[in-house]
Structure formats: C-alpha cells, structure tokens
C-alpha cells in the first residue's frame, strides 16, 4: 500500500515559522513532482509549493512567494515545507502530494494522484 504521511503541521503566532514534512512509502514508484496543497474552510484546495524531482525545478503560488520553501530532502519520497513570516491567511490543512507525470502542472492539484491525510496548520493573530 502506498502512503504519503505528513507532519508538522501546529499552531503558531503570525510571524512565526513551522516546517511541514512529508515521507512517502518505500513503494511508492517514479515520481516527478512533489507537492505541497492547502484547504481552507469554505474554500478550494490550492496549490502551494511544488518541486520538481529531476532537476529541483520549484514553484510557488503568488501569496506565499518569498516566505515558503520548499525542499527534497535527501531520503527518497520525502519532501519537506519550510514556513516563514506566516499569516492568518495561511491557516489551513495542508497536504503533501506527488505527481508521477512529467506533464503535470505542478499547482495543479488534478495532476497529482497521490495524497497524505493532511496535516492543521493554524496561526493566530
């Protein structure tokens, strides 16, 4: 059975920061990309942080650009999030996901077919 697991996901203070991480499961096959998603209550799953496997290509969306890092980390299917200055706006569960094609959009949450169960990150003013 395959499985992505997520940690680090806590409450903070705004400004503070967190480091989410990700491991994959031994069997987890090919992966192009690794990538980093959020809900918010009411709204759509969004794209947050995404890598690319082979040549460490990221992106980020917009409203996390120069505060989010993401990283692979040197064991294989694991991926972490790096979260600084956080926002009230950044509350959220946020789920690691991993893209096996090539083609995938890497924000595109449609093109990832492997997800973890999310994990609540929550900051506070």
């Known amino acids: 059975q395959v499985y992505l697991r997520e940690s680090g996901g806590d409450s903070v203070q705004t400004g503070g920061s967190l480091t989410l991480s990700c491991e994959g499961s031994?069997?987890?096959?090919?992966?192009?990309?690794m990538g980093w998603f959020r809900k918010k209550i009411g709204k759509e799953r969004e794209g947050v942080a995404a890598?690319?496997?082979?040549?460490?290509?990221?992106y980020y969306a917009d409203s996390v650009k120069g505060r989010f890092t993401i990283s692979q980390a040197r064991a294989k299917f694991t991926v972490s999030l790096q979260m600084n200055n956080l926002k009230v706006e950044d509350t959220a569960i946020y789920y690691c996901?991993?893209?096996?094609?090539?083609?995938?959009?890497?924000?595109?949450?449609?093109?990832?077919?492997?997800w973890g169960q999310g994990t609540q990150v929550i900051v506070s003013s």
């Open positions: 890598i690319n496997t082979v040549d460490s290509t990221t």
């Open positions: 031994e069997n987890t096959g090919t992966i192009r990309f």
């Open positions: 996901a991993f893209a096996r094609s090539q083609w995938a959009t890497p924000l595109q949450s449609s093109d990832y077919g492997l």
